[in-house]
């Protein structure tokens, strides 16, 4: 069986170097076997992702910023656990999607972080999950996620 980030390139993606906290906080905080990872905005690249669901972003657009989010937050991760073989669970998924006023597809915009995961944790990758409609997000992003995972 493929380890996760062997799935993450058969399907046609690479992790990124876990980004830098952009404020006074930490992106992972362990608790006994479960990690908490902060809010993931999507980037490309170097640049941020911005603009509102549903105006300047259309659905498809921002469900592979929610993807792009989610390879973030496993990179943090792996630069907390070393390798993403040491996920036993998704926990929970929250997702923020900046809407335009009138949006209300948040649900299916954060699909495209749990769509990806299942992708490439299978079964280990259903989880819990909320999606959120707002009116802002840092630095304009178009939307923010956050995870629980369990590690062994």
């Known amino acids: 069986m493929a380890s996760p980030e062997e799935r993450i390139v058969e399907i046609g993606f690479s992790l990124p170097s876990a980004p830098k906290p952009a404020g006074s906080y930490?992106?992972?905080?362990?608790?006994?076997?479960?990690?908490?990872?902060?809010?993931?905005?999507?980037?490309?690249?170097d640049k941020i992702i911005s603009g509102r669901a549903?105006?300047?972003i259309s659905l498809e657009e921002a469900q592979e910023a929610a993807s792009l989010?989610?390879?973030?937050?496993l990179s943090v991760i792996k630069a907390e656990i070393g390798r993403l073989e040491?996920?036993?669970?998704?926990?929970?998924?929250?997702?923020?999607?900046?809407?335009?006023?009138?949006?209300?597809?948040?649900?299916?915009?954060?699909?495209?972080?749990?769509?990806l995961l299942a992708k490439i944790f299978g079964e280990m990758?259903?989880?819990s999950r909320v999606s959120v409609g707002v009116s802002e997000l840092p630095l304009g992003a178009v939307l923010e996620i956050e995870l629980?995972?369990?590690?062994?």
């Open 86 to 115: 040491k996920i036993k669970k998704i926990v929970r998924l929250a997702g923020y999607v900046r809407s335009a006023e009138g949006f209300l597809d948040q649900h299916k915009v954060i699909d495209g972080a749990s769509g």
């Open 26 to 45: 930490k992106p992972c905080v362990r608790s006994g076997t479960l990690l908490y990872i902060s809010g993931m905005l999507p980037k490309k690249g």
């Open 69 to 73: 989010a989610l390879l973030s937050a």
């Open 54 to 56: 549903g105006a300047d």
């Open 125 to 127: 990758g259903g989880h």
């Open 148 to 152: 629980v995972v369990e590690v062994s």
